[in-house]
């Protein structure tokens, strides 16, 4: 009876706990189906009883080609970290480099500086090389966040990977390059997966470097979009959140379909046999 009796508390506060943390989310659908002379009512309205489409309509009217530029670079960030990162890692994890402790070090270390720091050090650079408000200058810039973090996590999961199966390609004739190509990129699909959607979520959501390095281009992200509604005598409250309900979209089904290796690649390395 007492362990029945704790088990119904522990569900009740997880379900409130759940609750306060998705309340962000209802109230931003709530928004955007609210009308603009219902946005300062006090008390507001819990639900939208006139609602209006009026934002979505300013979605699909003004936002899609930001939504395609977010995709663009998203994709580009995810390409160009996977490519940088599978053979880092594989290199950390099994060639064991002299320095690689050191590198490791360097790699984590990477993670703190803060993003406006990195971004006033792109504008200098791209300043110089012409590559200001350009989507392959957020690609790179974007990159360079996910980077690090991903060669931690293939390193730690290609660690993992036994030894006897590169040394037995090593005796069928395989070189570094074949042997991680064919046998150690396909087995850490679970690391590909997790290091894919944290570099796609980075660059989806990124705004420091949007905001610095691609302010007044032709190409901008949808960060960029949504910021667009925000001005000193304009605030559309419902095209906002509206905007921010279909950016939303894409991310969350990526990561339901994909948590499954998620944990699995994040989890990597954590037990050693």
Sequence with gaps: MTRRHTSWWKTAIGVLLTALMLFPVYWMLNVSFTRDQDMRKSPPDWFPLHGTLAGYRAVLDQQLPYLGTSLVIALGTVGLTVALAAPAGYALAKLRPRGGGVLGFVLLAAQMVPGIIMAMGFYTIYLTFGLLQSVPGLIVADSTIA??????????FMDGIPGELLQAARTDGAGAVRTFWSIVLPMSRNAVVTV????????WSDFVFAGTLDGGGA??????????????NNQQWNAIM??????SIPTAVILV???????????????KD
């Design 219 to 232: 190409h901008q992200p949808i960060t960029l979009g949504i910021y667009h509604y925000i001005g000193n």
């Design 147 to 156: 980077v690090p973090f991903a060669v931690l996590i293939f390193t730690a």
């Design 257 to 271: 379909l994909a948590q499954r290796h998620v944990a699995a690649g994040v989890t990597a390395g954590a037990v």
């Design 242 to 247: 509206a905007t921010a309900v279909v950016a």
């Design 196 to 203: 894919s959607l944290f570099a796609f979520l980075w660059s």
